[in-house]
């Protein structure tokens, strides 16, 4: 992807969060972000138990508010002034956890187990770089930067995307091939998100 596209990317992702940023003053206070992401975080359960008594509907139903909480949280911390530490670290791993644990329950049997490999092992991966590689990189008189990039922001939009397209297709007893095309689209950006923190390196 190009400097012109990538900054196409950035341009779309900064009107979703205007957009987002209007819908989060609505929000009261006694409702913070990290509340979102640890509801968040417990929606999996629901999730889950849904998939398994392939109640596909209302489990695509529960996937979208949850990713729609994933949305907010962040612009509803910028609003009201509510970014913390714990927060970037809390946010990326809901991310991780409801994803993986809801695609794990869902895929198999449904989705190539190799593909499901794949996802895992990159986003275990993603998951490393801030425990592995900002230490080392620090030692060898390095700055890198691990927080979300435009590439990371848009591999999750595509895993939602195709996890609800996959309940979907469920319910609809269709082949699931459109949801594994999509997932294969994620992967890129996995790909992509992973290569773009290492370009991200630079001499202190």
């Given amino acids: 992807?190009?400097?012109k596209q990538t900054n196409l990317f950035w341009q779309l992702f900064n009107k979703?969060?205007?957009?987002?940023?209007?819908i989060a003053f609505r929000f009261p206070d006694s409702i913070t972000?990290?509340?979102?992401?640890?509801?968040?975080i417990l929606m999996a359960i629901p999730i889950i138990l849904a998939a398994e008594e392939k109640r596909y509907l209302l489990?695509?139903?529960?996937?979208l508010i949850a990713y729609f909480f994933d949305l907010i949280d962040g612009p509803l911390a910028r609003v009201k002034n509510q970014v913390t530490e714990f927060g970037k670290v809390l946010d990326p791993a809901a991310d991780k956890i409801v994803f993986l644990s809801v695609l794990y329950v869902v895929g198999k049997g449904n989705l190539s187990v190799i593909l499901i490999y794949i996802i895992f092992s990159l986003e275990i991966i993603l998951a490393s770089l801030p425990i592995i590689f900002r230490p080392?990189?620090?030692r060898v008189g390095l700055t890198v930067s691990l927080g979300a990039n435009i590439y990371g922001k848009i591999k999750m939009?595509?895993?939602?995307?195709g996890m609800i397209i996959l309940f979907i297709l469920l319910v609809w007893e269709k082949s699931v091939l459109p949801a594994t095309l999509i997932f294969v689209i994620a992967i890129i950006f996995s790909l992509l998100s992973i290569l773009g923190h290492v370009f991200a390196?630079?001499?202190k």
């Fill in 1 to 3: 992807m190009n400097e």
């Fill in 201 to 203: 390196v630079r001499k």
């Fill in 59 to 63: 489990a695509a139903l529960l996937f």
């Fill in 33 to 40: 972000p990290n509340f979102l992401t640890l509801v968040r």
């Fill in 157 to 161: 939009f595509f895993q939602s995307a």
């Fill in 136 to 138: 080392i990189a620090t």
């Fill in 16 to 22: 979703n969060e205007v957009m987002l940023k209007k």
